[in-house]
Nanobody, 125 residues
Framework: QVQLVESGGGLVQAGGSLRLSCAAS????????MGWFRQAPGKEREFVAS???????YYADSVKGRFTISRDNAKNTVYLQMNSLKPEDTAVYYC???????????????????WGQGTQVTVSS
C-alpha cells in the first residue's frame, strides 16, 4: 500500500518562497513519475509539475520559471520549491504518483494512481 504524505505548506507573503515535501512509504517509487497538483476553493484540481525517474521535468505554464520540482530517490521523497509566490498560487497542494511505466508528460488527475492528503499554501497580498 503506497502512502504519500505532504508537508511544508503554510502562509507566506507575495514574493516569498516555500518548499513542499512529499514522502512516500509502502514501497519505493524511484521508477514512478511523481507529480504535484493544486486545488483552489471552487476550482478543479490542476496540474503543477511532474518529474520522471530520469529527472525529466514538466511544468504548467503558470508556474514555469518560478517553481522547481525535484526528487531524492534514496529518500523516496519529492520536493516542490516555490519562489516568487503570488496570491493566485493559494491552494491545497497534492502530491501524486503515476503507475510504474507511465510517462512524465502527464497533466490530468486520472493519469495518477496514488495521492497524498494535501497541504495548504496561502499567499497573502
Amino acid at each position: 500500500q503506497v502512502q504519500l504524505v505532504e508537508s511544508g505548506g503554510g502562509l507566506v507573503q507575495a514574493g516569498g518562497s516555500l518548499r513542499l515535501s512529499c514522502a512516500a512509504s509502502g514501497r519505493t517509487l524511484s521508477r514512478n513519475v511523481m507529480g504535484w497538483f493544486r486545488q483552489a476553493p471552487g476550482k478543479e484540481r490542476e496540474f503543477v509539475a511532474s518529474i520522471g525517474w530520469l529527472y525529466t521535468t514538466y511544468y504548467a505554464d503558470s508556474v514555469k520559471g518560478r517553481f522547481t520540482i525535484s526528487r531524492d530517490n534514496a529518500k523516496n521523497t519529492v520536493y516542490l520549491q516555490m519562489n516568487s509566490l503570488k496570491p493566485e498560487d493559494t491552494a491545497v497542494y497534492y502530491c501524486a504518483a503515476r503507475p510504474a511505466g507511465g510517462g512524465v508528460f502527464a497533466s490530468t488527475t486520472n493519469e495518477y494512481a496514488y495521492w497524498g492528503q494535501g497541504t495548504q499554501v496561502t499567499v497573502s497580498s
